[in-house]
């Protein structure tokens, strides 16, 4: 029977052809007669809104983004066609915003001249403090209980710049003598040692001073009441630099003063107080078997954090 109703095949095919020209927002002019006018209008680029998902969805026109920590894009196209194209000739192609801050306390980390600082808001008002780093504290590296000083052996004072000349034959230093002792080997550019210091075989009372920079204080390290005794106390005490009459400078020296009463003197090195843990080198060279001195990057490193710590610091040294 002959009929002029259109053939459904040649209706299809007029739709996907009207669909490739506008983009495919007339595909959805299928669902109702009405529809592909609607649709058009909104894949237009004048009345285009973002492209949006939400989490785990297809992007699509006209609706609301809500990502997550991460967004990832994927597609199921074959024969590698592109996962996301984007173009816009009046206008930026992509747009992204940054999401309010979740931090209860309203903070964050910012460089300072001392190196890192915390800000919080209190009150309505940004406090800052400072955080403790390498740039801006020392810190306490134990290291191998180490003997840098025992005036009863010429082994013993081999660490001795100053001094050395003011020890009788059985090994007490004399009364009024200023010892100097350096770390070289063990600790490049420290601030500090924690330790002991040991008199023995003393001759009379007295006293002696440990320190390592500035004026000599008038506090004592170490007291002795009589002859013949052998006491020890703990130490801490800063590292200086030493200058011979020679002109070689030696950037980690400790100063022993002894003040009356000729006696014996050790000191025990336990601990470093370091702007950069590699500064304690007697580490390393324990760990290696041998001398490890400070090169390189790790040399520059360790004397930018010594200056910063008012240390002064000399090319060689």
Do not use: C
């Not at 029977?1 to 959805?28: H, K, Y």
């Not at 004592?220 to 020890?232: C, H, K, M, R, Y």
Request: hydrophobic share 45%.
């Amino acid at each position: 029977m002959t009929s002029t109703e259109p053939d459904p095949a040649a209706s299809r095919r007029a739709l996907l052809r009207r669909a490739a020209v506008t983009g495919g927002a007339a595909v959805a002019g299928t669902t109702a007669a009405a529809a592909p006018a609607a649709a058009a209008t909104a894949g237009t680029t004048a009345n285009a809104a973002p492209a949006a998902a939400a989490t785990g969805d297809p992007v699509v026109l006209g609706g609301t983004t809500t990502g997550g920590l991460h967004t990832v894009v994927t597609s199921a196209a074959d024969g590698g066609a592109a996962t996301l194209a984007l173009e816009n000739s009046t206008g930026a192609t992509l747009r992204l915003t940054r999401r309010s801050s979740s931090f209860g306390w309203g903070g964050g980390l910012v460089s300072t001249a001392d190196g890192l600082g915390v800000q919080r808001v209190v009150d309505s008002a940004v406090v800052q403090h400072e955080t403790l780093t390498t740039a801006n504290a020392t810190m306490l590296v134990p290291i191998p209980p180490t003997r840098v000083l025992d005036s009863r052996s010429a082994t013993g004072r081999a660490r001795l710049l100053e001094g050395a000349g003011r020890v009788d034959p059985q090994g007490r230093v004399l009364a009024d003598t200023l010892l100097v002792v350096h770390l070289r080997d063990i600790v490049d550019y420290g601030d500090g040692l924690m330790g002991n210091v040991t008199v023995a075989n003393t001759a009379r009372g007295g006293f002696a001073t440990v320190w390592g920079r500035g004026e000599l204080p008038t506090a004592s390290t170490i007291n002795w009441w009589d002859a013949g005794q052998l006491l020890s106390n703990g130490v801490i005490s800063q590292l200086g630099g030493y200058e011979t009459a020679g002109g070689d400078y030696y950037p980690d020296v400790v100063a022993v003063w002894v003040a009356a009463g000729a006696a014996a003197v050790i000191l025990d090195v336990t601990g470093l107080l370091v702007f950069h843990p590699e500064s304690a080198v007697v580490n390393a060279k324990a760990a290696q078997g041998g001398r490890v001195g400070a090169g390189g990057v790790r040399a520059r490193v360790i004397r930018e954090a010594a200056e910063r710590g008012d240390r002064e610091v000399r090319t060689g040294a």
